[in-house]
Every structure is written in C-alpha cells, then in structure tokens.
C-alpha cells in the first residue's frame, strides 16, 4: 500500500497578516524526516509563498487521486484565522499567501481566499483513503477537531479506515514559536516526537505514541495540544537501525486471559489500546461521564480496566470498586458508596438519597473525603434494558448523568456497553445527550497493536509464538466477528500446550483444536463431556444427571431476546442450586459439578454481591456463539424461555415489594403462564413456582369473591321486586 504526503509551510502573507519565519524551515525538516523514515511513494511541499488554488489544488490531488485506498499524511504550518459569525461560533480557516480579510472593531467578520476547516473536514469524508494523519501548527488548530471533526466523527469515519489527527493548540488558543529557536514550538515538539530516540522496540513511531511526546514538551508552554483518533494506530516513521533485543526471564504465568476481561494486576500483558486509552483521557478532561460503547468481544472491560485505571495517579484518584446493574442498579449503588456512609443513620440517609431526593449528588460528594478524584465504573450497562428492575432504571440514570450538572465534580463515571442497545438510550434524554457527546467507541484491533496483543504477553514471559502461528491467527481473525475473546481464549490454550523446550507457542497446536473457533467450542465441549477434562485425552465421562444439570445451568444463564440476539443474566447461585431439587446431596453434587467443574473450567465465574449473596455468571458472552452445543440448546423453546424471563421480572418485582398481594402476576401474563404451565414449571425455581400458586390462588380467590358479590346482588335484585310485586298485589283491590 503506497503513501503519500502533503507539507506545507508558508511564511508570505499580504499586509493585513504578519509574514512568518519559521514555517518554510518547519517544513523541509519534517519533509527530510519522512522522506529518510517514512516510506513515502511521494511527498509534496509547498513553502514560502502559497496562493488559494495552488493549496486547495494540493489538497484535491491529495485526497482525491493520489491517496485513493492508500495512505496519507497532510502537515501544515502557518497562520489560521477565527471568522466570526452571526450566531457566535467562529469558523477556523488555513491563511494562504493571497488571502484578503474583512474586519469590524478588530474582530475578523469576513474572508476570502482562506481554506475553510469545515470543508476540508467535508472533502476528508468524501475521500476513499485507507489512513489519514494530520497535523495542524497554527493557530485556532483544534477548531478543526473541536468544532468540525467531533461533531461529526461518526459519519466521517469508518471503521475500515484509521484516522489520526494532532492540532498545536485548542480552537481559542495560538501557536506560539520563539525567535532564538530553528523551529515553531509545536513543530520542535513534533521533531523530538519522530525522532529514533522516541521509536518502540521495533523501531517505529506510531500515533500513539507520537501525542504522549508531543503534550510533554509543551507541556507549561501555553499551547494545548489536542489529539483524535480513530481505528488502529498508524505507524508514522520507521528506523531500521538495530535495536538490542530486551530478553526476559522465562516464567510459568500464563500472560493470557483466556475469557476473562483484563484486569488492573495484568496491566503489563495488555497491548493494543493506546490509542483509545488517549481518547477517554481527553473524554474525561472533557466532562465526568464516559460511555464507553462497542461489540461484545471488543475489549471494553479490559480497555478500563487494564488500559484506563493504571494510567490515572493513584496519589490523585480513588478507584471505587466496579458494578453492574444487575437486577437491582439502586442497591449495587448503594453498595458501592456505603463505606462513606458508616452507621446506620448514615446508611439511612445514603438509601435516601438514592432513592427520593431529587438533587442528591451535592451531599453525595460531600462524603466522598478521602482523595480528590473518585471514579465509578459501570461495567455491561446493558444490563439496565435486560434484566434491571423498570423503576430503577429512570433513577439510576439520572443519578449517573447528573454528574456533568455539578461544576468541577471530583466524582467521575465510566460505562462500558455493548452497542447493539444504542436504541434503548434514546428514551432517556439525558444520557442520549451524553452519549452523542462524548462517545468513545472501541474500533477493531488490526495491524501491528493486533500482533502485538499476540506476542508481546509471551515475549514479556519468556517465550516466542511461531511466525506462522501469528500470521495464521492474524488471517482467521478477519473472518471472525467479536474475534478478541476467541483470540484470547486460543491463546491461553496455545500457553497450556506450548513447546516447553522452545518455550514457543505453535502452529501445529493451534490446528489441533480446529483453530480460532474450534479452541473454545473444543474446550466447552470436554467440560461437558467428561469430569477429567484438563486431561489431553480425557476419559472419565460425566453421567447424564450432570450433564442435564449442565444444560439447564447454562440456559438460565442467559436471557432470551426477540430475535437471535441473547445477552447473559447472572443468577444467583441458590436459584442454580434450586435445579436439584430439596435433595440436599443432590444440592451438594451440583455445586461441586458448578465449582469444580465449570467454574474451575473457566466456562463460569463466580463472585458475591454487595449483600454477600454468591453469584453466578457466564465468563464471557462469547459462550452464547462460541460454544456450538450451547447455541443449539438457545434454539429450543425460545419462546418459552422468553416466558420464563417474563416471569422471572414479576417475581423479583414481587420480593422487591415485600411480597404484596398487589404485585402478584395478573391478567394476560397469569393466564399464559397457566395455561404454559406443564411445560414451564421445568424452567422454573421453587420461589417461581410458589409465585405462580400465590399469583393463581389469589386470583381465584378474587373471581371468588366477585362472583360471590355478584351472586349476593343478584338475589337483592331479585328480592326486591318479589318484595315490589307482593306490596303491588296487596295494594290492588
């Protein structure tokens, strides 16, 4: 794939604009850098004196010929001008050497012969470009992101395309460059950035890098620089000096993950996410409230977890432990912040103000003494529109976005949510403004951060994975939807069975277990099977009472929706238990089969809720697909099981009330249930089928008694004209 780059530096303006010194020099040095390291088919400069066509004609060529399903890079430097307009949101525009400007009381009110942010932005869009990077040293530079770009990312990116863009300074500010030195302040800080000095082990500079360089030598400069990404990072400058080779200890610890997220502890095995860590940085500057929205298996809770957290300084920020919604979002809140709450009076008023007080964040954060920046993760908010309970859905989401209401809040929130529930948040207009504004979607992994999630873990242990290996993987991952979870999953089965004497992971294993794919679905497949499953090859078959618990285990497990799409609902581990019956050895030999068996197969995870309660979930949602018997089970009795969740709802509605008569199941929902109930009391726990016998006895008992009032009227009725009718024939004479 061939590249192709744009310089421009021009020092010759007209007498409304000062002419410039530094940008012609600022300009053949970053040219002399990429024509040395950056593999350029062909590099464009224009410096010095540069009219309106011959640039707007520059950015033509680029964009629209040249860089066409390739790789392009734009650098300018110069002056850039505000125009005001009538409703106060000034235009940036590129100044060119024939550029006229029309003013009112100083302030710029017109131009012409600038080339406007916007519509570059425009022709940016329209272009077919495989990568674009573009670096802006001048003043009001960032409008281009802050105003343009921004607004309308998600219609001018793809996420087939990688973009990468660095402004010197925000939309209000200026780009400063001092006399005693060669070159602009913004530029020495670029220069210092794509030097070898700053290149990785492989001898590149990528974008990600580059940003993280370039805000620490201007950093008390006066200039802020701003940065936006999108899709992998782009490799700028390549040096091909011999590096020496770091070599590491050999050591035993898998650096995989198999299907859990990546946490805080494995922060030095998780590669690949620079750039998006960056993004919510900047996201967090911004405002106190982060969505952070993509597919199931892009990465989303270890890109916080591992990429985000450690990144922030733990003498300044107060990491509170992570939740989910859950079925109940109010209590896991309250669980959450109840430390700064001690005693129960205090418990009290914290419950309070959850649930009743309308404005309740100002003496929420007033309790929150113990740093001066506290962040709530909010992980598989999802959950909110599967399995939360209704009412608390509303005040659960305005307690979250009324984050952004409080000037300077030291209270910070991150979501993490898959993207297929975008839909659901439009009705809750708060958080659809939040989202709109602040997303950060998690794009694909490709290219050199895709290989790096492969082989750095191993190179930081010790090992090597097989050149063929990698590129094996690298080929089956693009045909893979929500490839991450299978990845990491083969991985950790690759780890288990690697070359002891090599320490290298290889090819020939990888085709062993049939591949991306075949690694889960063959290591679910002999959890299932057989009790000696960790054996190479097990013999030891489970009976047909495990496997049948097994199968019901894991349908509970998941939630079914319209349609094919499921999400997994963890369960309490008594409701699981309950599978078994009254039988308390039967009771015993299911929670070892759970413990011993699926969670120590890593196909289940286990933990406690706020309350203590031992939970249940599936360990990743790849499951649902991965795991070719699974997804034959969701098959069966869908609607059914649509039932089943149905009434799963009422019931904790019921317990959450207190067991009140007037939130027992009723109506339309009561008679499909009864007349379903053969089939759906398999489906159902010991609390469900009591619920239903309450649900169906109560209402007997009110058609009872209806039928008893109606019954009583009647005879009233009927007594009265009997009574009417007699009077009338004593009367008569």
Request: overall charge negative.
């Amino acid at each position: 794939m061939a590249r192709y780059a744009l310089v421009v530096g021009i020092t010759d303006y007209t007498n409304q604009l000062s002419n410039l010194t530094k940008p012609a020099t600022d300009a053949e040095a970053v040219e002399r850098v990429l024509k040395a390291h950056g593999d350029f088919e062909d590099i464009a400069v224009l410096k010095g004196k540069v009219s309106t066509n011959h640039l707007a004609e520059a950015f033509k060529t680029l964009l629209q010929q040249q860089a066409v399903k390739n790789e392009a890079l734009i650098y300018f430097t110069g002056h850039g001008i505000p125009v005001s307009s009538s409703l106060g949101r000034p235009q940036a525009y590129l100044a060119t050497s024939d550029l006229t400007i029309f003013t009112e009381d100083t302030k710029i009110v017109g131009q012409k012969g600038g080339i406007s942010l916007a519509e570059l932005n425009e022709l940016i869009k329209e272009s077919d470009l495989s990568s674009l990077v573009v670096l802006l040293d001048c003043c009001h530079s960032g409008d281009f992101l802050e105003r343009n770009l921004i607004e309308k990312s998600l219609t001018a990116f793809s996420s087939q395309r990688d973009y990468y863009f660095i402004a010197a300074c925000r939309g209000f500010q200026q780009a400063y460059a001092k006399k005693s030195e060669q070159h602009s302040i913004f530029t020495t800080a670029l220069l210092a950035g794509l030097s070898a000095e700053k290149a990785n082990q492989h001898g590149q500079v990528t974008s990600a890098d580059l940003f993280g360089c370039i805000s620490a030598e201007l950093k008390g400069s006066g200039q802020q620089p701003i940065q936006m990404g999108w899709g992998s990072s782009i490799t700028l400058v390549t040096y091909n000096h011999q590096r020496q080779v770091q070599t590491f200890e050999v050591k035993e610890e898998c650096p995989y993950q198999g299907l859990k997220a990546f946490e805080t502890e494995q922060k030095q095995f998780f590669f690949g996410r620079k750039q998006v860590v960056r993004t919510i940085l900047e996201k967090l500057a911004q405002k106190p409230f982060v969505p952070i929205i993509g597919p199931s298996g892009s990465g989303k809770s270890s890109v916080v977890q591992a990429g985000l957290i450690p990144e922030l300084d733990d003498s300044v920020w107060q990491i509170l432990p992570p939740i989910k919604p859950g079925f109940q979002p109010l209590q896991e809140l309250r669980g959450v912040l109840k430390a700064f709450f001690p005693g129960a009076k205090k418990e009290r008023l914290l419950w309070e103000l959850i649930t009743e007080e309308p404005n309740p964040l100002p003496v929420i954060l007033e309790h929150l003494t113990r740093a001066e920046k506290f962040l709530l993760i909010v992980d598989q908010f999802e959950e909110l529109f599967t399995v939360s309970v209704a009412e608390d859905k509303q005040r659960f989401i305005e307690l979250l976005t009324q984050v952004v209401e409080m000037s300077d809040s030291q209270l910070k929130v991150v979501i993490t949510m898959r993207s297929d529930f975008l839909e659901p948040c439009s009705d809750y207009p708060s958080l659809n403004k939040l989202i709109e504004n602040q997303l950060v979607l998690m794009p694909r992994i490709t290219g050199v951060d895709l290989k790096e999630t492969i082989t750095e873990p191993a190179k930081l242990q010790g090992h090597s994975v097989e050149e063929r290996l990698v590129l094996k993987i690298l080929e089956d991952v693009g045909k893979e939807p929500g490839y991450l979870p299978l990845m990491e999953f083969a991985l950790t089965r690759l780890w288990e069975k690697r070359d002891q004497q090599k320490h290298q992971l290889t090819l020939e294993q990888y085709e062993n277990f049939q591949g991306l794919t075949g690694a889960l679905n063959f290591h679910a497949e002999n959890v299932y099977l057989y009790e000696d499953y960790r054996q190479d090859c097990p013999t030891q078959e489970r009976n047909e009472q495990e496997k049948d618990w097994i199968g019901q285990i894991f349908l509970r497990l998941v939630r079914t929706g319209e349609g094919e799409k499921d999400t997994r609902q963890r369960q309490p581990k008594t409701e699981l238990l309950a599978i078994a019956g009254n039988d308390e050895e039967q009771q015993q030999a299911l929670s070892e089969l759970l413990d011993e068996g699926l969670v120590k197969g890593r196909l289940l995870v286990a933990g406690k809720d706020e309350q203590g309660k031992a939970w249940i979930d599936l360990a990743h949602e790849a499951l649902i697909e991965g795991w070719e018997r699974f997804a034959q089970w969701r098959q069966q009795d869908r609607d059914l099981r649509r039932l089943s969740d149905r009434l799963a709802d009422v019931l904790r509605e019921w317990l959450n009330k207190g067991e009140n008569e007037k939130y027992l199941m009723q109506g339309g929902l009561l008679a499909e249930v009864r007349e379903n109930w053969e089939k759906l009391e398999f489906l159902s726990s010991p609390q469900a089928k009591n619920f239903y016998q309450c649900s169906d006895a109560y209402e007997q008992h009110q058609i009872a008694t209806l039928e008893k009032a109606l019954t009583e009227s009647r005879l009233r009725e009927k007594a009265l004209q009997w009574s009417v009718l007699i009077i009338s024939t004593i009367v008569v004479p």
